[in-house]
């Protein structure tokens, strides 16, 4: 991702202009080749955009010399890079001097700071106190103002914005929090929401106590409807005065209950703002949120309703995943977490998937892919043999759409392709994320995942060799899959293609050495996951309608799916249409139930109704990206309840993580937990 800001000495927040780095070069040494100054900037223009691009910190002016200095001194130009080392320690001595003044300046209460109508007024300790101390209700003895402001006046400068210098408050109250006094962190972002709410005031043109009120909610829905941000439909359901009703029901306390790092998160990725013109805040937010999902309710309860989400979420009892909270209110009103398809052995269904995969990343879900059905490398196409080019180019078009496809810059696609360790590509499947190798056979952008049943581990315990199949083949010579069986079932056919004297295209390998392979590349590479196929196909609930061959990036879809086919393509009045038999793709909708704000019977009954009726109002409210996602969630309806806060929650609870009494608490919590949700699905 390109480097747009970079933060100036002064904390002051800038346009990066590469060009600097050209003309600091060629101050610093008017010798140098313009050639050999462009090739360091470029370098040094790189290595920022790697180590920044996926970040969200911005670089600042000394990091940015630092690169320049390493690269200068890697080109193996010591005489230029002596110079600009020279040149950067003339200037810092400028520096030092001028700051000496304004040191001096600060003590005599003469440094100026900078307003936003740009007039210089005189910098006032008390009135950042003043600010400081809003901020600090309830932390007055955890977090003083003096040990906060020790860090800000070293930073204070002539001419500071006075927005930049809430900014350095910031910056200074983070730099406190430790594992003994977290309560910065809640100061922090109390003070990052008072910032919101500036720049909130200004664009809507309200003051600041007006933000929340219902008026001011009611004009920025009907805003942002007419901006096309909001649902279109949304008056549809809603009078003006339930959306009043609804802005006067908002919580604005519950904004400062929030620590940084969730004030910061809503910043930059869930609060609706393009281009951050920041008019949307964290409660609106959330209410919007609400409003939308309570749509399916009978009109008669459809306001409470959205009311009784808007508590459990607010107040983060129940988390909603990033495309439910980003995506409810919006006109693209993709909510699902995950999806898991099948790729056919087939160019049309591989090429199908693959554009499935990009409609499902474009509209910010991740996708688990099982390719066990593709012949391996060296397998024969019509007839031709070593034909095919396996498994792997086809993972490193996956790998480069996953890239392609990055949500409108917010993030890259999150894919995880599953492969049987079986299959005949195994090896380079588990050579797809290491250091060594041909580098063009690498994908270091997806999640590769191993699925494994019960016979090869018994092969492992007892070291004995372990064969590698082509599927094109097994399904060539028997007619029919193997990995389309599960179990005992498996393990029967499994011995008899490795009995079958017509399946000769295969390979030997001791099971031990494989898994020792697996394991060696999951301590180098942390991946791949491993799916153990048997284990899971023998409690599936639907083993009568399909198989579950694979999970997905989060691993917890463990549902039926099936590969789509294609049929035929018909050209008729200069049109034409492709037509596929459907498989079944799974979609995941999810919430998280935050357990160290949900554990007794009082909170199991608050939230747990809210959590399923959600759920299931989403099946309905969603958009779905492709068409087999919509026919199977529409036909399980199924759901994804999890749990989050367990360690806080035991901690909190004063209970050893790995305690007996924390188990037999935890499982009766659990029990509480999922006869709740049994009744209320």
């Not at 935050?594 to 989403?618: G, Q, W």
């Amino acid at each position: 991702m390109s480097i747009e800001k970079i933060r100036k000495r002064t904390c002051e927040v800038v346009d990066f202009n590469p060009k600097h780095i050209f003309n600091a070069i060629q101050k610093a040494s008017d010798a140098a080749p313009e050639n050999f100054v462009k090739n360091i900037t470029d370098a040094v223009v790189g290595d920022l955009e790697e180590i920044f691009g996926d970040i969200d910190r911005i670089p600042d002016v000394e990091e940015i010399q630092d690169l320049v200095e390493r690269k200068l001194v890697e080109s193996g130009n010591f005489e230029i890079a002596k110079k600009y080392i020279l040149y950067r320690a003339r200037h810092a001595n400028k520096r030092a001097e001028h700051r000496l003044e304004e040191l001096k300046k600060l003590e005599k209460n003469l440094l100026k700071v900078k307003k936003h109508n740009g007039k210089l007024v005189l910098f006032s300790r008390d009135k950042l106190k003043n600010i400081f101390n809003k901020a600090n209700a309830g932390f007055k003895k955890e977090c003083k103002f003096n040990e906060a402001y020790c860090i800000v006046k070293n930073k204070l400068v002539e001419g500071i914005k006075t927005e930049d210098l809430l900014d350095l408050l910031i910056k200074a109250c983070i730099d406190l929090i430790s594992v003994h006094n977290t309560a910065w962190q809640n100061v922090a972002g109390r003070l990052f929401m008072m910032g919101l709410y500036k720049k909130a005031s200004k664009n809507r043109k309200i003051k600041i106590d007006e933000i929340y009120s219902a008026n001011s909610f009611n004009d920025l829905f009907s805003l942002y409807i007419k901006k096309g941000l909001y649902y279109k439909k949304f008056y549809d359901y809603y009078s003006l005065c339930d959306i009043k009703n609804a802005g006067d029901y908002i919580k604005k306390e519950r904004d400062f209950t929030y620590t940084y790092s969730t004030v910061f998160t809503f910043y930059k990725r869930y609060l609706l703002n393009p281009n951050k013109d920041i008019y949307e805040l964290p409660q609106e937010m959330y209410m919007s949120a609400a409003l939308f999902l309570a749509i399916p309710e009978k009109q008669k309860d459809r306001l409470g309703f959205a009311k009784k989400i808007y508590d459990v979420i607010s107040t983060q009892k129940l988390s909603l995943p990033t495309p439910t909270l980003l995506n409810a209110r919006t006109n693209f009103h993709q909510l699902a977490s995950c999806f898991k398809l099948n790729v056919a052995d087939d160019l049309r269904s591989i090429y199908h998937s693959i554009e499935n995969i990009a409609q499902i990343s474009k509209f910010g879900g991740g996708v688990g892919i099982y390719l066990g059905h593709i012949r391996s490398r060296g397998s024969e196409i019509r007839k031709i043999k070593n034909a095919s080019g396996g498994v792997i180019p086809w993972v490193k078009v996956i790998n480069d759409t996953a890239c392609a496809v990055n949500q409108l810059g917010a993030r890259q696609g999150a894919v995880s392709p599953t492969l049987d360790i079986w299959h005949k590509d195994i090896n380079d499947f588990l050579n797809l994320q290491t250091e060594t190798g041909d580098i063009r056979s690498k994908a270091f952008d997806i999640f590769p995942a191993v699925s494994i049943p019960d016979i090869f581990m018994k092969r492992v315990e007892s070291n004995d060799e372990w064969t590698l199949f082509d599927p094109y083949e097994i399904f060539k010579v028997t007619g029919k899959r193997l990995e389309d069986y599960f179990c005992d079932e498996f393990e029967e056919f499994y011995l008899e293609c490795e009995n079958n004297k017509k399946i000769f295209f295969s390979a030997k390998i001791k099971a031990k050495e494989l898994m020792k392979k697996l394991m060696k590349t999951a301590v180098e590479t942390g991946l791949p996951y491993v799916f153990f196929r048997d284990t899971v196909n023998a409690v599936n609930p639907n083993k009568h309608a399909g198989k579950i061959y694979s999970s997905q990036l989060c691993t917890e879809i463990c549902q039926n799916t099936s590969e789509s086919h294609f049929i035929e393509e018909i050209s008729e009045n200069n049109r034409f249409s492709i037509k596929y038999d459907l498989g079944t793709t799974v979609v995941c909708n999810l919430a998280s139930i935050n357990m160290a704000k949900v554990y007794n019977d009082e909170h199991i009954k608050e939230v747990f109704p809210v959590a399923m009726r959600l759920l299931d109002n989403i099946i309905d409210l969603n958009f779905y990206p492709i068409k087999e996602a919509e026919v199977t969630a529409k036909k399980y309806r199924s759901v994804g309840l999890g749990f989050m806060g367990l360690a806080e929650y035991l901690a909190c609870a004063g209970l050893g993580y790995e305690s007996l009494e924390a188990r037999r608490h935890i499982d009766e919590l659990f029990e509480k937990y999922a006869l709740c949700a049994l009744k209320e699905s």
